[in-house]
């Protein structure tokens, strides 16, 4: 069962998202606010794979509910929904824990083809996580638990979102290796986001918020001009 939450107060969008993404398999639960959003992921026990959320709702915006959403779920993909002109609500939006974005206008396939790919994200981690093995990535002072999706700093819980382990768990894969910002696009977020390597530099540095000493003097995700970045321990 493939489950996903959509918030969208404009109907013929709503009806749009609600159609398509049932035909592309999804059991689909959608709702016009915020606030009734929150309450039916708590009727459903939290039990989503995915939510799509319009930005501008009235009453508490998508923002807000993304950010309440992250609270009550590490695990959760969450997608927003901006539009062209809310270049800024991007970047704060992610920085609350979304996953994607989706500006509007889009397609059906532009539609499907993102929430597809978070979904395959979320249930590989889900998958792992219900997986018998217990494997480890040491770094250094790091320890990446690709069961559990937990990274430890000195024995320090990190929480992480799910881009962002995606992220820890390619650079842990590819030490002291530069990855440019359109390898780390293409690998977390998949192919379909070209130019938009912007949200490569949006989530580096809230990971750099996370697991440095000093985000401001980096030591372990290093900036290579011009390059891109590498993970040195
Ligand atoms: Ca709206």
Request: charge should be negative; include cysteine; proline fraction near 3%.
């Amino acid at each position: 069962m493939k489950r996903v939450l959509v918030v969208e107060d404009e109907e013929a969008i709503r009806e749009f998202e609600v159609i398509n993404l049932q035909r592309s398999g999804y059991d689909v639960v959608d709702t016009d606010n915020g606030e009734s959003a929150l309450e039916l992921f708590d009727r459903y026990n939290r039990d989503f794979d995915l939510a799509v959320l319009d930005i501008m709702l009235p009453g508490i915006d998508g923002m807000k509910v993304c950010k309440e959403l992250r609270k009550r779920s590490d695990t959760i993909g969450i997608i927003l929904l901006t539009a062209k002109t809310q270049e800024m609500d991007k970047i704060s939006g992610l920085m609350l824990g979304a996953d994607d974005y989706i500006t509007k206008p889009f397609s059906p396939s532009e539609l499907v083809a993102r929430v597809d790919a978070l979904y395959r994200r979320v249930a590989l981690n889900i998958m792992r996580s219900n997986n018998k093995f217990n494997e480890e990535i040491k770094f250094g002072e790091f320890v990446l638990n690709l069961k559990n999706r937990a990274l430890k700093k000195r024995g320090r819980v990190i929480e992480l979102t799910q881009v962002e382990f995606q992220i820890m768990e390619y650079f842990f894969s590819n030490p002291s290796t530069v990855l440019s910002r359109t390898q780390i696009l293409e690998h977390v977020w998949g192919s379909g986001k070209q130019g938009e390597e912007k949200i490569v530099d949006v989530n580096i540095r809230r990971l750099r918020m996370k697991i440095e000493d000093n985000p401001s003097v980096p030591q372990h995700i290093i900036t290579v001009w011009g390059m891109g970045y590498k993970w040195e321990n």
